[in-house]
Nanobody, 115 residues
Framework: QVQLVESGGGLVQPGGSLMLSCVVS????????MGWYRQAPGKQRELVAVITSGDSTNYADSVKGRFTISRDIAKKTVDLQMNSLKPEDTAVYYC?????????WGQGTQVLVSS
């Protein structure tokens, strides 16, 4: 059984930084991709960043140049370094891992960007 647990959310001032981390338990063999989505109040969940099994990365236009996704195979983690945070980055952030037929989600971690 694959389980994901996020950490690292919190309150940060505009222009600040946060690192989100997601620990994946269970087998991740032959995963397709993993990454982060976010959902702001009253909005649909949107893809923030993805990293494939071949280590290719892709980002939402709104976070390019500010966010960096990375993964550690040995530790089975996928991290999201967020810099130059803006109020519009406020959302619940969810990590996921996708296999051929299934996708698994974490419980979410709240990020609030406010002065």
């Amino acid at each position: 059984q694959v389980q994901l647990v996020e950490s690292g959310g919190g309150l940060v001032q505009p222009g600040g930084s946060l690192m989100l981390s997601c620990v994946v338990s269970g087998s991740t063999f032959s995963f397709s991709d993993m990454g982060w989505y976010r959902q702001a109040p009253g909005k649909q969940r949107e893809l923030v960043a993805v990293i494939t099994s071949g280590d290719s990365t892709n980002y939402a236009d709104s976070v390019k140049g500010r966010f960096t996704i990375s993964r550690d195979i040995a530790k089975k983690t996928v991290d999201l370094q967020m810099n130059s945070l803006k109020p519009e980055d406020t959302a619940v952030y969810y990590c996921y891992v996708r296999f051929t037929r299934t996708i698994h989600w974490g419980q979410g971690t709240q990020v609030l960007v406010s002065s």
